[in-house]
């Protein structure tokens, strides 16, 4: 299925993504809050969410301070750890690349071990 252009596979949609890649970001500046958009991934008894989120006010878009903010954070068999996490400023289309990169490092972690999975970072610490 398609998200935001992106091929999603296996992931479950919690929020439909709101924004247009081909329309300025000024012009939905409506859809913007904290939670833009939200993928969940299944396997092995682990849950993996991709989280879209903007940070910063509505009034402002393009205020340097404000953005996106992309993570990835995994939990089900350990607790909530944040794996994955990239700021991008008001660009759409570098968004949409940000996101794919995310869901394939997700895909790729089918091939990974439980134990190289437990042992990845927390990137918050």
Do not use: C
């Not at 992931?11 to 329309?23: N, Q």
């Not at 092995?44 to 404000?66: A, K, Q, T, V």
């Not at 992309?70 to 990239?86: P, S, T």
């Amino acid at each position: 299925m398609k998200y935001f252009g992106i091929e999603i596979f296996d992931g479950k949609i919690y929020s439909d993504f709101p924004l247009e890649e081909d329309l300025p970001l000024e012009e939905q500046w409506f859809f913007l809050s904290q939670d833009v958009g939200n993928v969940e991934f299944h396997f092995r008894g682990m849950i993996f969410g991709l989280d879209i989120s903007w940070f910063g006010h509505f009034e402002d878009i393009y205020n340097p301070e404000y953005g996106f903010r992309v993570d990835i954070a995994e939990w089900g068999r350990n607790e909530f750890k944040m794996i994955y996490r990239v700021f991008v400023r008001t660009d759409l289309r570098a968004l949409k690349q940000v996101m794919q990169e995310a869901v394939d490092l997700i895909q790729s972690f089918r091939e990974k071990s439980i134990e190289e999975l437990d042992a990845m970072p927390d990137v918050r610490q």
